[in-house]
């Protein structure tokens, strides 16, 4: 009456394949909640990098942190 054992391990959504591709062109819920994870963090240290630099332009008496140009540039990628 015991049940038979499988030694096989069930494939999981970190184990399934291996490569970017399989990440890139996945279908699984998890992984890509994990992509829009690591998307939306990468974008958020970026723009707060850009409003660090803004910032110190502005603290600057002179405004030479950046050139003008740059600065709008910043400013714009920021998004404010």
């Given at each position: ?8 391990e ?18 699984d ?24 630099l ?27």
């Open positions: 009456m015991n049940a038979p054992t499988t030694t096989a069930k494939p999981n959504y970190l184990t399934a394949e291996h490569g970017l591709k399989s990440w890139l062109l996945t279908l819920h998890k992984r890509i909640a994990l992509l829009y994870l690591f998307g939306v963090s990468a974008f958020f240290v970026l723009g707060g990098i850009f409003a660090l803004i910032r110190l332009e502005l603290m600057t008496p002179k405004g030479d942190l950046v050139q003008p140009d740059m600065y709008n540039r910043l400013f714009t990628m920021h998004g404010s």
